[in-house]
């Protein structure tokens, strides 16, 4: 069983549209997380939540929209997607907010065009 | 707030040689220190992690790296590469008081060559 899992795995879709990448852990962690990986490699946080609530939410367009519906998933939903936002997506959780190993989904590759 | 420096983006290096990738990081408070290794097309594993004690920590594929806390360093290293250590390899750091946000660095590929 895979700990975290992102889907989708690749995403390609025109400039405008609105996308919503899903990532499920089952490792019981209370802590996940979203991060962006640009085409220099350079990861950068973007949001996290701890037992589905709100804990950082870094500089990062209002058009990006996490959603916690429970503590094992944590949703993004991005509107009106723009040529920058290709990047690949990781998801991450860690066992609490204050846990130091970070275990990592395979990654979305999204591509807007 | 913490920062990370890979002062190297690309390290080639031959089959069965030593390898040090260099880490330096900045911070007003106590930290703990990570090494992230991504293989191509997949996400990031934890290499290994410095949380406290021994400033040198081993990890797993016969990685260690030292923790120097006057020169803000944790240099990766391993005494013998093997091929499939080829990777993008990621140096992070995140403060003791809030560990839940892990800053990574600008990563560093190494590429072995037979």
């Known amino acids: 069983d895979t700990a975290v899992s992102q889907t989708p795995k690749y995403l390609v879709t025109q400039m405008g549209n609105d996308k919503s990448i899903k990532c499920e852990q089952n490792?019981?962690?209370?802590?996940m997380y979203w991060y962006k990986q640009d085409s220099k490699k350079f990861l950068k946080i973007m949001f996290s939540?701890?037992?589905?609530?709100?804990?950082i939410n870094e500089t990062v367009p209002n058009r990006f929209s996490p959603k916690s519906p429970d503590k094992a998933h944590l949703n993004l939903h991005i509107n009106s997607l723009e040529l920058g936002d290709s990047a690949v997506y990781f998801c991450?959780?860690?066992?609490?907010?204050?846990?130091?190993?970070?275990?990592f989904g395979q990654g979305t590759r999204l591509t807007v065009v | 707030a913490q920062s990370v420096t890979q002062l190297d983006s690309q390290v080639p290096v031959f089959e069965e040689a030593p390898v040090e990738l260099r880490c330096n990081y900045s911070?007003?408070?106590?930290?703990?220190l990570f090494w992230y290794v991504q293989y191509p097309n997949q996400g990031l594993q934890l290499l290994l992690k410095?949380?406290?004690?021994?400033?040198l920590v081993k990890g797993i594929n016969g990685f260690e790296a030292e923790f120097n806390k006057s020169q803000t360093s944790f240099h990766l290293r391993k005494p013998s590469v093997h091929i499939s250590d080829t990777a993008e390899y990621f140096c992070?750091?995140?403060?003791?008081?809030?560990?839940?946000?892990?800053?990574f660095g600008s990563g560093t590929r190494l590429s072995i060559r037979p």
């Open positions: 939540y701890n037992n589905k609530e709100l804990i």
């Open positions: 410095y949380l406290s004690g021994s400033t």
């Open positions: 992070a750091v995140s403060e003791t008081s809030s560990a839940s946000k892990i800053i």
């Open positions: 490792l019981g962690h209370d802590t």
């Open positions: 911070s007003s408070v106590s930290v703990y």
């Open positions: 991450a959780s860690t066992q609490t907010a204050g846990n130091t190993e970070a275990f």
